[in-house]
């Protein structure tokens, strides 16, 4: 696993974390070079767990995602392999229990959206890219998740980027088997899980931006979604181009996801504190 730990920790410094999960054919380290959280780890003294999956997949590696498709046999069960991450991340590396995030692009996005609906004591929020899901699609309906596949026991306050031009995990849903519902149903799906208001509110930011909330949620579990416009199958912001289409520069989802994240503590019972700033 690779772990980034940020200019000026402490020794014995109880950090906040955030999970970062590749996207299928990568790996950990690749992943954490992609997303650019180096500068953003620094500025909010946060650890990075950039752990990788273990089903190879052409030059890196894929995750084994609960109830889809068929993985080799005796694949790891990566539920429990990210629940021990962030034990050990807990017990070795000093990270605050209470404020371990989760992120990953997308099959990382995928495996994220999939720890969250499993073990949703584990992590205080979530922010996939690319990759946002609510349980596998519903067997009688591929157009909407099942609801049986994703049932956290608590609400999990959800961030979620996705480009409308995606061909590899298209907006509208389709395309592989375990992407045939849209990123909204994903979206409304959470929104019902966090017991939001059932209306969600949509502000324009710029021609190419628009963002998405369901508010009103369980413990203030907000379920935002940005859209980009012109955006492809990128993570916003990030300095590398990775050859799937546009990567916008008027979002930065390091900073976006962080802000959303330091809303929000493992408390089941407690709502988010206010946002900074």
Known sequence: MTVYVPAGARHGERLPAIL??????????????YSDMKPSADAGRYLVLAPSGVIPAASGFAWNVPGVGTPPHAAR???AFLDQVIATAVTSLCADPKRVYGTGYSGGGRM???FACHRPHRLAAI???????????????PSRPDPQSC????PVPVLTFHGLQDWTNPFQGGGSEYWRYSVPAAQQRWATIN???SKARTVTLTPQISKITYAGCRHGAEVVLYTVADGGHTWPGTPVDNGNGTVTHEINANQLMWRFFQRYRVHPNQAPAAPPG
């Open 112 to 114: 994220i959206s999939a």
């Open 195 to 197: 017991n939001c208001a």
């Open 127 to 141: 922010a996939p890219v690319a990759g946002l899901r609510a349980g596998r699609p519903d067997p009688l309906d």
């Open 77 to 79: 069960d990566d539920v």
């Open 20 to 33: 970062n999960l590749h996207g299928t054919q990568s790996t950990g380290s690749n992943q954490l070079h």
């Open 151 to 154: 049932t956290p026991a608590r």
